[in-house]
T-cell receptor, first 117, second 113 residues
Framework: GAVVSQHPSRVICKSGTSVKIECRSLDFQATTMFWYRQFPKKSLMLMATSNEGSKATYEQGVEKDKFLINHASLTLSTLTVTSAHPEDSSFYIC?????????????FGSGTQLSVL | GENVEQHPSTLSVQEGDSAVIKCTYSDSASNYFPWYKQELGKGPQLIIDIRSNVGEKKDQRIAVTLNKTAKHFSLHITETQPEDSAVYFCAAPLTGGGNKLTFGTGTQLKVEL
């Protein structure tokens, strides 16, 4: 299957700082990527849809100023958690749809565990 | 929108036994049903998927069955092995949602020696 790389895998930061998470499609171009958030032992909750060259689409209840998404190229989307607080601690996962695949088939990155102290 | 329910939330089986996880969905227009396996601290990995034009799909020890009339689909793992231990998620498309997926609540599968 297609490879989606996510970095970093783990980050610890102080409250009030910003953290950037990168999601790359390694062997294909992705016009659309998705960002999910997952709490321990819970399901994946879609946060936003990242669209190359245009603004991201956020799900209801997700603060766009808090979670900044940039999709500047066909292989890279970034999620920046601004002014992070302990309640932002979570597992963040990106996914992308590979070309030539059915439009629903998603490939996921390895996730980023964010811990805000 | 689509509502996906998944059962059981936890499942413990003996090595070599079969495991079955079931999901139901609400939108009769849904036509694509994937299953993902997530190991601890990692992202979900697609293990098998099925389209609504078929009732069953098999890939070695893994199979998925679909009943469109009843709006449910199931994951079947035969001859389970310890490395099958993980969390499994079903999903269905969010109709009218730009081909986004709605995920089930997950099943923690533990294969015991």
């Amino acid at each position: 299957g297609a490879v989606v790389s996510q970095h970093p895998s783990r980050v610890i930061c102080k409250s009030g700082t910003s953290v950037k998470i990168e999601c790359r499609s390694l062997d294909f171009q992705a016009t659309t990527m998705f960002w999910y958030r997952q709490f321990p032992k819970k399901s994946l909750m879609l946060m936003a849809t990242s669209n190359e060259g245009s603004k991201a689409t956020y799900e209801q209840g997700v603060e766009k100023d808090k979670f900044l998404i940039n999709h500047a190229s066909l292989t890279l989307s970034t999620l920046t958690v601004t002014s992070a607080h302990p309640e932002d601690s979570s597992f963040y996962i990106c996914s992308a749809r590979a070309p030539g695949q059915s439009h629903e088939k998603l490939f996921f990155g390895s996730g980023t565990q964010l811990s805000v102290l | 929108g689509e509502n996906v329910e998944q059962h059981p939330s936890t499942l413990s089986v003996q090595e070599g036994d079969s495991a079955v996880i079931k999901c139901t969905y609400s939108d009769s227009a849904s036509n694509y049903f994937p299953w993902y396996k997530q190991e601890l601290g990692k992202g979900p990995q697609l293990i098998i998927d099925i389209r609504s034009n078929v009732g069953e799909k098999k890939d070695q020890r893994i199979a998925v069955t679909l009943n469109k009339t009843a709006k449910h689909f199931s994951l079947h793992i035969t001859e389970t092995q310890p490395e099958d231990s993980a969390v499994y998620f079903c999903a269905a498309p969010l109709t009218g949602g730009g081909n986004k997926l709605t995920f089930g609540t997950g099943t923690q599968l533990k294969v015991e020696l």
